[in-house]
């Protein structure tokens, strides 16, 4: 299948910094879902975005989808240990396309 | 909220043994995925089903196979598990295409 690259593949922050992951497809998207995976847990979704230009929030947590349909993001603002995971996008619908391989992201207290 | 439920949390066969992973889903949903993870391989799809008795190969379908009889419940065999099938394997159901998926807490076989 058509696959989703993520970037970076691990991020060490301190807490209270922020954090960024970038997911980017080079073929237009007809959504983005992104995912947590705890240590030792299964992915969990978070959200999906549809549209072009999609911004949408969950507490400290930014996801936007590109105009272009092509790329996407998770951002964090504030990072607490709670976040400690790995983030996952990917893209569902008729399209056969993976998951991206992750962003690892560790806390440092 | 939906459950998906994996039969076994962990699991160790012999190679040359045939393997069935079940996975269960409580709340209707059409389509279910069968996922092997590991280390810096991300998730990689091996069959996926999209209504009852159908599916489809994923990227990495071989050495597997998968039945689906009924709507709520998804198998996964390995006919002959050598070595490199040990892994953790995910299961994952989605009310309709284009949407999010619920994953089962996960299967770690290890095939020796």
């Known amino acids: 299948g058509q696959q989703v690259m993520q970037i970076p593949q691990y991020q060490h922050v301190q807490e209270g910094e922020d954090f960024t992951t970038y997911c980017n497809s080079s073929?237009?998207?007809?959504?983005i879902q992104w995912y947590k995976q705890r240590p030792g847990g299964h992915p969990v979704f978070l959200i999906q975005?549809?549209?072009?230009?999609e911004v949408k929030k969950q507490k400290r947590l930014t996801f936007q989808f590109g105009e272009a349909k092509k790329n996407s993001s998770l951002h964090i603002t504030a990072t607490q240990t709670t976040d400690v995971g790995t983030y996952f996008c990917?893209?569902?619908?008729?399209?056969?396309?993976?998951f991206g391989t992750g962003t690892k992201l560790q806390v440092i207290p | 909220d939906v459950k998906v439920t994996q039969s076994s949390r962990y699991l160790v066969k012999r190679t040359g043994e045939k393997v069935f992973l079940e996975c269960v889903q409580d709340?209707?949903?059409?389509?279910m995925f069968w996922y092997r993870q590991d280390p810096g391989l991300g998730l990689r799809l091996i069959y996926f089903?999209?209504?009852?008795?159908?599916?489809e190969k994923g990227d990495i379908p071989e050495g597997y196979s998968v039945s689906r009889e009924k709507k709520e419940r998804f198998s996964l065999i390995l006919e002959s598990a050598s070595t490199n099938q040990t892994s953790m394997y995910l299961c994952?159901?989605?009310?309709?295409?284009?949407?999010?998926?619920?994953f089962g807490s996960g299967t770690r076989l290890t095939v020796v």
């Open positions: 089903s999209y209504d009852v008795k159908m599916k």
């Open positions: 709340m209707d949903h059409e389509n």
């Open positions: 994952a159901s989605s009310v309709d295409r284009g949407y999010g998926y619920t």
């Open positions: 975005l549809v549209k072009s230009g």
């Open positions: 073929t237009t998207l007809s959504n």
């Open positions: 990917h893209s569902g619908g008729y399209q056969k396309v993976t």
